[in-house]
Each structure stands twice: as structure tokens, then as C-alpha cells.
């Protein structure tokens, strides 16, 4: 069974950077698309970027220029290094695979916090 964890959020000031991992085991990692999503509080989670199994990216308009989205396909880990972070960027962080154009598996990771204060 897939296992996905996310790490390396935290509380950081307007302005700052993070570098968000997620750890994939149990998947076929090397030949899939994956993505990070995020929730805010009170809000549905959104799509925030994708990587394909080619390294082609694509970004949601409100971080383009901001984060970046890479992929070490020999440790199967995605990352999304985060820049010039906003107070909207504040949410549980999440990564997922996808297939045909959706979220491929059904159990999420724990996903990790990120916090931006003003």
C-alpha cells in the first residue's frame, strides 16, 4: 500500500522560504506525474503544482515565480521549494500522484503545515 509523508513545513515570516519533501514508498514513483495540493483553513484543498514523469512543471498563477516544483526519482521524493511566502499561502501542504488527470490515491499523507505571519 502507497505511503506518502510530507515534512518540512513550519511558521516562517512574510517573505521567507520553505522547502516542503514528500516521501513516497509502495508506488511506482519513477514513471508517475505528482502534484502538491494545500488547504486553508476553512477552505477546500486546491492545486498548487505538478511535475510530470518528464520534469515538465506547471504552476497554479498565485505561486508562479514563487515555488518550484523538482522530483529525485532515486530517493522517490517530490519537493516544492517555496519563496517570497505570503500570509495566503498559509495551509496544510499535501502531495499525491496522478493519473488520468486526477489524484491517484485515496489515502492522503498527514500533510504538513505551513505558516505565514504578516
Known amino acids: 500500500q502507497v505511503q506518502l509523508v510530507e515534512s518540512g513545513g513550519g511558521l516562517v515570516q512574510a517573505g521567507g522560504s520553505l522547502r516542503l519533501s514528500c516521501a513516497a514508498s509502495?508506488?511506482?514513483?519513477?514513471?508517475?506525474?505528482w502534484a502538491w495540493w494545500r488547504q486553508a483553513p476553512g477552505k477546500q484543498r486546491e492545486w498548487v503544482a505538478t511535475?510530470?514523469?518528464?520534469?515538465?512543471?506547471n504552476y497554479r498563477d498565485s505561486v508562479k515565480g514563487r515555488f518550484s516544483i523538482s522530483r529525485d526519482n532515486a530517493k522517490n521524493t517530490v519537493y516544492l521549494q517555496m519563496n517570497s511566502l505570503k500570509p495566503e499561502d498559509t495551509a496544510v501542504y499535501y502531495c499525491?500522484?496522478?493519473?488520468?488527470?486526477?489524484?491517484?490515491?485515496?489515502?492522503w499523507g498527514q500533510g504538513t503545515q505551513v505558516t505565514v505571519s504578516s
Open positions: 499525491n500522484a496522478i493519473r488520468d488527470g486526477a489524484v491517484k490515491f485515496n489515502n
Open positions: 509502495g508506488t511506482t514513483f519513477i514513471s508517475e506525474p
Open positions: 511535475i510530470t514523469s518528464g520534469g515538465i512543471t
